[in-house]
C-alpha cells in the first residue's frame, strides 16, 4: 500500500487532517487501533472555538454542526462569594459553540466514507519506520496479517498514548508535564440542561461544571480525589455534591434522576518539543494534553492540524518545504499560550489539598478581580473563544 499522508490515529485530529488535505487533492489513509463505534463512544470535548468551526466548513462537514450545534455568547462563573456573567460576545465579537466531539468525529468519518476515502480500524503492533529518510512507513497487523504503508510523511494524529511520539529519540525529545492532585468525575444526563451557558463552579468542597450535551441534555463534572473510582458515586450522591457546589438558583433547579457515562479523568499539563522528527509530524493529544478547564483540548489538536494542512499544501503545492520545517514551533508557540490559560483556570477554580491561607486568599482575590474588571474578563474571554491561529 502507497499513500501521500499516512495518518495515525482516527480521532478528531486526525479525521480533520485526513478531510483538510482532501480538499487539496492530497492523498490520506488513516489508520486506527479501535473499531469505529469504541471511538465514537468517547464523549468528551463539547466547547469548539471559531476556527475549529472554520475548518470543520473547510473540510466538508459541517452539516449536521451547522443544523444542532448551540451558539454561546458567556459563560457564568461563580465561588467565594463571587457570580457573575463573562459577555464574550460583547468584549471579544466571538462566541464559542457547543457540539459534542463524538458527533465531531461520527460527521468526519461521515464525510470520509461519503468520498470512498480508506480508513483502517482494528490496527495492532503500529510502528512507523524510517521517518528520518525520505521513504517512511508504517507497519501494522490487520486483517490477520501484517502491513505496510509506504508514504511521503506520517501524521501522527494518536492521542496521549500512540505510538509515534515515542519515535523521537530520547536524546531529542524534552516532556514537560505537570499533574494536578485531582480529577473530574464526569456524567451525563438525559434531563433537560439546567443552565443555559455554561457555569464554572468554585467552592469550599472544589470545582463544579455545569455543561450541555445538547438542547435536551445536561452533561455535569465534579473536583473529586484521584483515589475515587466512578463506581464510588451513586447517581443522588452526585446531584447532592452538585447541589453543595452550585450557586443557591442553580441547585434548587437540579433535575435529578438517571446519570450515565461515568468517568474519572485525571488532571495534566503535558507537552512534547519538538512536535515533528524527519517525516513524522504529531499533531494534538499526541504531543500535548491540558487540564480540561479551560475547554481547550480539542481545540488546540484543532490547531495543530490547521498549520500542518497549510504547511503539507503548500508543499504539494509549490514545493515549499518551510511550512514543515517550522510546524513545530509555530503550533508550540500557540500550545504555551493555550497551557497557561488551562493552567490558570484550574488555579483559579480548584480547591487544592495543600492549598495555605494565602493561596486561598489569592484565589478569592483574583475572582474578586476577575469579576470586577472588565480589562480581566476581556482576557479570559479572548482566550476561551481562543486566540488567533
Ligand atoms: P484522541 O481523541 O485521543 O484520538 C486519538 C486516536 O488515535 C484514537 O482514536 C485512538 O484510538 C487512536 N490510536 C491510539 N493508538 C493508536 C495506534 N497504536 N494505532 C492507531 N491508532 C491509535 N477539549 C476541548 O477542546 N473542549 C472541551 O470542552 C474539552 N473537554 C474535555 C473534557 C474532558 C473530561 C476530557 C478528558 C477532555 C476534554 N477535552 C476537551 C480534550 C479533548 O477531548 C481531546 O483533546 C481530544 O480528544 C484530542 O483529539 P485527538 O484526535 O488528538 O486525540
Ligand atoms: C465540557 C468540558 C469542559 O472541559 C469544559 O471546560 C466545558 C464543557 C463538556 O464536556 O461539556
Given amino acids: 500500500m502507497r499513500t501521500q499522508v499516512a495518518i495515525v490515529g482516527g480521532g478528531p485530529a486526525g479525521l480533520l487532517l485526513a478531510q483538510l488535505l482532501h480538499t487539496q487533492g492530497i492523498e490520506t489513509i488513516v489508520l486506527e487501533r479501535y473499531e469505529r463505534d469504541e471511538v465514537l463512544s468517547r464523549a468528551r470535548a463539547a466547547v469548539l472555538e471559531r476556527g475549529l468551526v472554520d475548518l ?8 449536521s454542526l451547522d443544523e444542532n450545534g448551540l451558539v454561546h455568547e458567556g459563560i457564568r462563573l461563580s465561588g467565594n462569594g463571587q457570580d457573575f456573567r463573562i459577555d464574550l460576545k460583547a468584549l471579544t465579537g466571538g462566541a464559542v459553540t457547543i457540539y459534542g466531539q463524538e458527533n465531531i468525529t461520527a460527521d468526519l468519518y461521515a464525510a470520509r466514507d461519503a468520498l470512498g476515502l480508506t480508513t483502517l480500524h482494528g490496527c495492532s503492533g503500529m510502528k512507523p519506520r524510517d521517518i ?14 501484517m502491513n505496510r504503508l509506504d508514504c511521503d510523511f506520517i501524521a501522527g494524529c494518536d492521542g496521549v498514548h500512540g505510538p509515534c511520539r515515542k519515535e523521537v529519540p530520547d536524546d531529542a525529545a524534552q516532556v514537560v508535564e505537570q499533574t ?19 457555569l464554572y463552579a468554585g467552592s469550599d468542597r472544589g470545582f463544579a461544571l455545569c455543561s450541555l450535551k445538547d438542547a435536551a441534555r445536561g452533561r455535569y463534572y465534579l473536583q473529586v480525589p ?9 447517581d443522588d450522591d452526585i446531584w447532592e455534591e452538585l447541589a453543595r457546589r452550585l450557586p443557591q438558583d442553580v441547585a434548587d433547579a437540579l433535575p435529578g ?6 468517568y474519572i479523568a485525571p ?27 479551560g475547554a481547550k483540548g480539542l481545540n488546540t489538536a484543532a490547531s495543530d492540524v490547521q498549520y500542518l494542512y497549510h504547511a503539507l499544501t503548500g508543499y504539494y503545492r509549490k514545493g515549499d518545504e518551510a511550512g514543515l520545517a517550522a510546524y ?12 497557561r490559560f488551562s493552567w ?6 480548584h480547591r487544592f489539598p495543600d492549598q495555605s491561607v494565602f493561596d486561598l486568599q489569592m484565589q478569592r482575590a483574583e475572582l474578586a478581580y476577575l469579576a470586577g474588571s472588565e480589562a480581566a474578563q476581556t482576557v479570559l474571554a479572548e482566550n476561551y473563544v481562543g486566540l488567533p491561529y
Avoid at 269 to 279: A, L
Wanted: charged letters at 20%; glycine letters at 10%; hydrophobic letters at 40%.
Fill in 257 to 262: 434522576g438517571g446519570l450515565s457515562g461515568r
Fill in 267 to 293: 488532571l495534566r499539563s503535558f507537552v512534547s518539543n519538538p512536535m515533528q522528527w524527519g517525516r513524522m509530524f504529531l499533531c494534538g493529544d499526541a504531543a500535548h494534553i491540558v487540564p480540561p478547564t
Fill in 180 to 198: 494536578f492532585p485531582f480529577g473530574w468525575l464526569g456524567v451525563k444526563s438525559d434531563a433537560a440542561p439546567v443552565v443555559d451557558e455554561l
Fill in 132 to 145: 528520518d529518510s525520505d521513504q517512511p512507513f508504517l507497519t501494522f497487523l490487520h486483517g490477520g496479517k
Fill in 328 to 339: 513545530s514551533n509555530t503550533a508550540l508557540a500557540r500550545i504555551w499560550k493555550t497551557q
Fill in 56 to 63: 470543520l466548513h473547510e473540510a466538508g462537514a459541517s452539516t
Fill in 226 to 234: 484521584l483515589s475515587d473510582a466512578p463506581e464510588d458515586w451513586e
Fill in 344 to 349: 490558570s483556570m484550574t488555579k483559579l477554580l
